[in-house]
Each structure stands twice: as structure tokens, then as C-alpha cells.
């Protein structure tokens, strides 16, 4: 569903995506969408999944637990609404033309 989306929507997707942490252990996450929810980008994983996937926050990244379930398959029109919630924070050259901001407007934010 990612690679469709990222191919789709021309949005830069790394799934799944390893965040090393400081103490030397490793957390895997569905994806890292870069440019959405935050500078660094925001971190994907299953909303049944608890414990530490929280723990991107601490290092710069918004962080979603999605179901899974319902976006196992690509559904264009409500992934949009998805990325247009988490807000677009990259560079205005690189912003998709069908991003709108309709939903999340940011002003000199330093997310």
C-alpha cells in the first residue's frame, strides 16, 4: 500500500523504517512518510501495537497509529485526507499539488 502511495501521490516513503535509538536498541515502524506531520517526517505503526512506538516523538517525528486494517489496501482519496491532517512541513518546492492544507495550516512552525 506504501509503494503504491508513495508512486501515486510522489511523496517519499521508507517502509518499513528502523529508528535507531540512543541506547543502542532499534524500533521498527511501518513507515516513515517524510515531509508530513513534522520536519523529520511522521512514523507509522498499528494501532494494535502499544509499548514504545510513541518513542520516535522524543526524536523529531510525529508518530500515527493507523489501523491497519483499514489501510491495508490503497485507497487514494482517503489517504490524502490522511497525509492533509498530519500537515505537509517540507520544502514548498517539493509540496505534492494536490496537498491543499485544507486541513492543517502551520505558520513558521519549528515541528
Given at each position: 500500500m506504501w509503494e503504491q502511495a508513495e508512486k501515486d501521490l510522489e511523496i517519499n516513503v521508507t517502509a518499513?523504517?528502523?529508528?535507531?535509538?540512543?541506547d543502542g536498541?532499534?524500533?521498527?515502524?511501518?513507515?516513515r512518510i517524510l515531509d508530513f506531520?513534522?520536519?523529520k517526517g511522521t512514523l507509522v505503526f498499528d494501532i494494535e501495537e502499544k509499548s514504545e512506538l510513541f518513542v520516535g516523538k522524543e526524536?523529531?517525528?510525529y508518530?500515527?497509529?493507523l489501523n491497519m486494517e483499514y489501510y491495508k489496501s490503497y485507497n487514494r482519496k482517503e489517504l490524502i485526507e490522511t497525509?492533509?491532517?498530519w500537515g505537509y512541513f517540507?520544502?514548498?518546492?517539493?509540496?505534492?499539488?494536490w496537498y491543499s492544507g485544507?486541513?492543517?495550516k502551520v505558520e513558521n512552525s519549528e515541528q
Open positions: 518499513p523504517f528502523i529508528l535507531e535509538l540512543k536498541r532499534s524500533l521498527i515502524y511501518i513507515a506531520g513534522s520536519r526524536y523529531g517525528y508518530c500515527s497509529a497525509l492533509e491532517d517540507g520544502e514548498e518546492k517539493n509540496r505534492p499539488n485544507k486541513y492543517y
